[in-house]
């Protein structure tokens, strides 16, 4: 009988086992998981430290058990010390296992700088259950009062806003001068902060994290590049991520910054081998590169292709977008495509009462998209970026009608189509 592998068990080790199974796969799929728990949903988290979302909310498919019998899964609750794609074996627990074929689902893991004093016992990540846990567990003891959160991320946000929602005095810093550094466009960050401020968050930009040192009178200090530093009850650091790949044999698979290369069906550069999710490097349709995107549609999506694939089936990746749709203290900012393509930057509305809509435009098509507050038209205008990205001709008059209703601009529209503007 074959011997399929799948290593880590989140939304893509879920939907590649699903689709293993449901594209007529009828051998062993062993699964390794480091959690030894379901797959768990790693945008919950804030939410469950929060105590907006019971625990269990967390893992929107069911118990282990549960999801193990439905698809006949072996699991080894271990976590996998080595892979040698060359020999196809597995090792968890100092014992190797052979594969026929592989799945690499490991995801990413937070990033902490290896800055003095990093692994002090007050700083906090925000990636898996088990970090929202450990900080739900130090709010609930209570004295927590001041809190530093380092990386002005979509993570980093969610993170302010369960502390600030919490009556703790919230710094929120960054290397970068602005937040969002990566998505939001210069008027759009300096009205988020301008709100922020307003809410009571202190804002620390343009300094990044340059220790941490423990408070004998408990606590810590958070000490930055510029010389400054600050005394905190606790520091979350959301700096960004990196994938799980420590297990990989050096010099066998081919790898991009983000993670595993791989093609349209989730394949990589060895036979046999594939890979899915925040752990791989797939194709940004925008820019024609290989890139991690990591976000839970594009797991879920890779996941069942790369099972689909592993089957026998044909199946493709339709590629990327890099988007954040986030919501966070009254506001939503929805940020859409590559704001490194650079390009003009024009504002189509800024209405105190509504919409904040302003681009990027180059050659005559936008780039990058930022909404702030109107996220009724997000869905929308993603749809119709992603489509004419993908070649699509025309677009549906109802959504186009929906947008004019909310005080969306001929100009802009007309852009989003792939049109020239006079
Ligand atoms: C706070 C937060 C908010 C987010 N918000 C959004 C959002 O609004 N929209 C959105 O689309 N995405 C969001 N994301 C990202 C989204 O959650 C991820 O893109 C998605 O969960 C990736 O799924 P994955 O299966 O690739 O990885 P993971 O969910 O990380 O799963 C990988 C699994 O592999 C396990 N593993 C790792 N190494 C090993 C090993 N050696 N052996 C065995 N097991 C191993 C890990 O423990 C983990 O269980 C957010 C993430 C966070 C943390």
């Not at 502390?163 to 937040?179: E, K, M």
């Not at 594009?298 to 990327?320: C, F, H, K, L």
């Not at 070649?391 to 529209?413: H, P, Q, T, W, Y």
């Amino acid at each position: 009988m074959e011997r399929y592998a799948i290593i880590g068990f989140g939304c893509a080790g879920y939907h590649g086992a699903r689709a293993l199974r449901a594209n007529g796969f009828k051998g062993e799929i062993h699964v390794y998981t480091d959690t030894g728990m379901a797959p768990e949903n790693p945008m919950l988290t804030t939410y469950v430290t929060a105590g907006r979302l019971p625990e269990a909310g967390g893992y929107p498919f069911g118990s282990l058990d549960e999801i193990s019998r439905e698809l006949h899964l072996s699991i080894h609750a271990q976590r996998v010390e080595r892979v040698d794609p060359l020999a196809r074996t597995v090792t968890a627990g100092g014992q190797a296992s052979p594969y026929d074929k592989l799945l690499i689902a490991t995801g990413a893991k937070a990033f902490v700088p290896p800055v003095e004093g990093s692994g002090s016992p007050n700083a906090y990540t925000m990636r898996t259950m088990r970090d929202a846990r450990r900080l739900r567990e130090r709010l609930e003891q209570g004295g927590v009062t001041s809190a530093v959160v380092v990386g002005a991320s979509m993570v980093g946000i969610k993170v302010v806003e369960l502390l600030w929602q919490r009556g703790i005095a919230c710094t929120f810093s960054d290397l970068a001068s602005h937040i969002f550094p990566l998505s939001a466009l210069p008027s759009v960050s300096g009205e988020i902060e301008r709100r922020l401020a307003d809410k009571g968050v202190e804002l620390a930009f343009g300094k990044g994290l340059a220790g941490l040192a423990d408070r004998a009178e408990g606590g810590v200090s958070v000490r930055f590049s510029d010389g400054s530093s600050q005394d905190c009850d606790l520091a979350v650091l959301c700096i960004g991520t990196r994938p799980n790949l420590d297990f990989l044999a050096p010099d066998t698979l081919e790898l991009g910054r983000g993670g595993i290369r791989v093609d349209e069906t989730m394949a990589a550069s060895l036979p046999g081998v594939y890979a899915a999710g925040d752990c791989a490097e797939h194709l940004n349709i925008q820019t024609g590169q290989p890139q991690a995107v990591g976000l839970w549609a594009n797991a879920s999506r890779q996941g069942e292709v790369a099972g689909a694939s592993m089957a026998g089936r044909q199946d493709a990746y339709e590629g990327s977008l890099i988007h954040n749709i986030t919501h966070f203290m009254d506001m939503d900012f929805i940020s859409l495509g590559d704001k490194s393509l650079g390009g003009e930057h024009r504002v189509f509305a800024h209405r105190q009462d509504g919409l904040w809509l302003e681009a990027l435009e180059k050659d005559g098509r936008l780039t990058c998209i930022n909404i702030l507050d109107c996220h009724e038209i997000s869905g929308i205008v993603k749809g119709m970026l992603m489509k004419r990205l993908r070649g699509g001709a025309e677009s549906d008059i109802f959504l186009l009608e929906k947008l004019r209703r909310s005080g969306v601009d001929e100009a802009f529209i007309k852009l989003l189509e792939g049109g020239q503007n006079d």
